[in-house]
C-alpha cells in the first residue's frame, strides 16, 4: 500500500489550484475596484458633510492658507468640527496612506502628509463654487505604479457630489484635476 502522494498528484493538485485562483482574480478584481470607488466616493460625501458643518460656522469652506499641504487644510476641519474620525481621510484603494491616532488626552487629532489620502483645494471656496473641485484622490494606479484606484480617480466637487473619474490615456493627475487642488 503507498503513503502519500507522488511528485506528479501534487503538481497536478497545483495547477488545478493556481488556475482556480486565477479565474477568481479575473471575476472578482473589477467588483472589488468598484466596491473600493464606492467606499470613496462615501467618505468623500462624509468628509463633504463636515466641511458644510464648518461652512454654517465660518461661510467658507475650511482653508489653512495659500500654499499649504492638503492635510493642513484637513487639518482646519479637524480642529474646528467635532465627531469626525480620521479614518475618512483613508481611501480603501491607497494602502499607502496610515491613519492618524487620536491624542487620548485631548481628543483631538493631529494630522501628517501619510495619514492623508486626499488632496484639497488650492484656494478658499465655498458651496456658491459649485463646480470647482474640493478634494480628490491624491494618486491612482496605471500597471504597476501609483497607488489608488485603477485608472480612476474619485473627485469631489464644492457643491457636493463626488464622482468617479476615469483617467484616459495621456493624462495625469494634474491634467484630471485642472490644478484646482494641492496634495
Given at each position: 500500500?503507498?503513503?502519500?502522494?507522488?511528485l506528479i498528484e501534487l503538481l497536478v493538485v497545483i495547477l488545478i489550484l493556481s488556475i482556480l485562483i486565477t479565474i477568481a482574480a479575473v471575476?472578482?478584481?473589477p467588483a472589488i475596484a468598484r466596491a473600493n470607488e464606492t467606499a470613496c466616493k462615501k467618505l468623500l460625501g462624509d468628509l463633504f458633510k463636515f466641511c458644510n458643518m464648518y461652512y454654517?460656522?465660518?461661510?467658507?469652506?475650511?482653508f489653512a492658507g495659500e500654499g499649504m499641504e492638503a492635510y493642513q487644510h484637513w487639518q482646519v476641519l479637524f480642529d474646528n468640527v467635532e465627531g469626525i474620525?480620521?479614518?475618512?481621510?483613508?481611501?480603501p484603494a491607497m494602502g499607502n496612506?496610515?491613519?492618524?491616532?487620536?491624542?487620548?488626552?485631548?481628543?483631538?487629532?493631529t494630522l501628517r502628509p501619510e495619514n492623508c489620502a486626499y488632496a484639497y483645494s488650492r484656494e478658499q471656496c465655498s458651496p456658491e463654487h459649485y463646480s470647482r473641485l474640493l478634494a480628490a484622490d491624491k494618486?491612482?494606479?496605471?500597471?504597476?505604479?501609483?497607488?489608488?484606484?485603477?485608472?480612476?480617480?474619485?473627485?469631489?466637487?464644492?457643491?457636493?457630489?463626488?464622482?468617479?473619474?476615469?483617467?484616459?490615456?495621456?493624462?495625469?493627475?494634474?491634467?484630471?484635476?485642472?490644478?484646482?487642488?494641492?496634495?
Open positions: 500500500m503507498k503513503k502519500g502522494f507522488t471575476t472578482f478584481g454654517l460656522k465660518a461661510s467658507t469652506f475650511p474620525s480620521p479614518t475618512l481621510l483613508k481611501c496612506v496610515r491613519v492618524a491616532e487620536m491624542d487620548s488626552d485631548t481628543n483631538k487629532v494618486d491612482f494606479k496605471r500597471g504597476n505604479t501609483g497607488f489608488g484606484h485603477n485608472e480612476a480617480i474619485v473627485v469631489l466637487k464644492c457643491g457636493g457630489s463626488p464622482d468617479v473619474v476615469k483617467v484616459k490615456e495621456g493624462e495625469n493627475w494634474e491634467t484630471v484635476t485642472k490644478g484646482e487642488l494641492v496634495k
